[in-house]
T-cell receptor, first 114, second 117 residues
Framework: AQKITQTQPGMFVQEKEAVTLDCTYDTSDPSYGLFWYKQPSSGEMIFLIYQGSYDQQNATEGRYSLNFQKARKSANLVISASQLGDSAMYFCAMREPGANNLFFGTGTRLTVIP | DSGVTQTPKHLITATGQRVTLRCSPRSGDLSVYWYQQSLDQGLQFLIHYYNGEERAKGNILERFSAQQFPDLHSELNLSSLELGDSALYFC????????????????FGAGTRLSVL
């Protein structure tokens, strides 16, 4: 079974608008971490935001926030006030304690329209 | 800039050849991870080293090997290359080995794009 599912292959958003990128995950471990990374066309992977399963509040980092719904096993990324530079692939990932690696979803390509 | 340095940025080689990819982790990070990103397989974990010791293996082929040196830099060796090995290879680093900590943020380098012709 897929540990991370990103159902939106591509998304479009108007500049200055907000956009939500979906991510659902599958784990039976009560302790886990969820991550979002951005991959621009240049190829590098940029860490954006982290949410721990026991964190009481949704994570925020500048224009990025994570809409964490534990019961639904979803960790959607919200980007506010989109900018042209936000156009990129976005990957959701999970790490379970005891595992060394991150499990990545298939990504969502976001295009910001001027 | 993540602080993780990967060289070379691009590598073009022929089938059957052997190449070495190099990674320097962020200052103070003891863990190095290698990932492969390809169109058909997505992002896949290959191998993890912590302070010079191999900690975990993922979907790494027997033709591939890695090591982490005393100065903590790491090398990924790919041999008997096949067309299907063409991919973007990432190195990531983190402070710890993770263990019970789910956070353990991994910072990625810019990747090495390998083209096998």
């Amino acid at each position: 079974a897929q540990k991370i599912t990103q159902t939106q292959p591509g998304m479009f958003v108007q500049e200055k608008e907000a956009v939500t990128l979906d991510c659902t995950y599958d784990t039976s471990d009560p302790s886990y971490g969820l991550f979002w990374y951005k991959q621009p066309s240049s190829g590098e992977m940029i860490f954006l935001i982290y949410q721990g399963s026991y964190d009481q509040q949704n994570a925020t980092e500048g224009r990025y926030s994570l809409n964490f719904q534990k019961a639904r096993k979803s960790a959607n990324l919200v980007i506010s006030a989109s900018q042209l530079g936000d156009s990129a692939m976005y990957f959701c990932a999970m790490r379970e304690p005891g595992a060394n690696n991150l499990f990545f979803g298939t990504g969502t390509r976001l295009t910001v329209i001027p | 800039d993540s602080g993780v340095t990967q060289t070379p940025k691009h590598l073009i080689t022929a089938t059957g050849q052997r190449v070495t990819l190099r990674c320097s982790p962020r200052s103070g990070d003891l863990s190095v991870y290698w990932y492969q990103q390809s169109l058909d397989q997505g992002l896949q974990f290959l191998i993890h080293y912590y302070n010079g010791e191999e900690r975990a293996k993922g979907n790494i082929l027997e033709r591939f090997s890695a090591q982490q040196f005393p100065d903590l830099h790491s090398e990924l060796n790919l041999s008997s290359l096949e067309l299907g090995d063409s991919a973007l290879y990432f190195c990531a680093s983190s402070k710890t080995s993770g263990g019970a900590l789910a956070k353990n943020i991994q910072y990625f380098g810019a990747g090495t794009r390998l083209s096998v012709l």
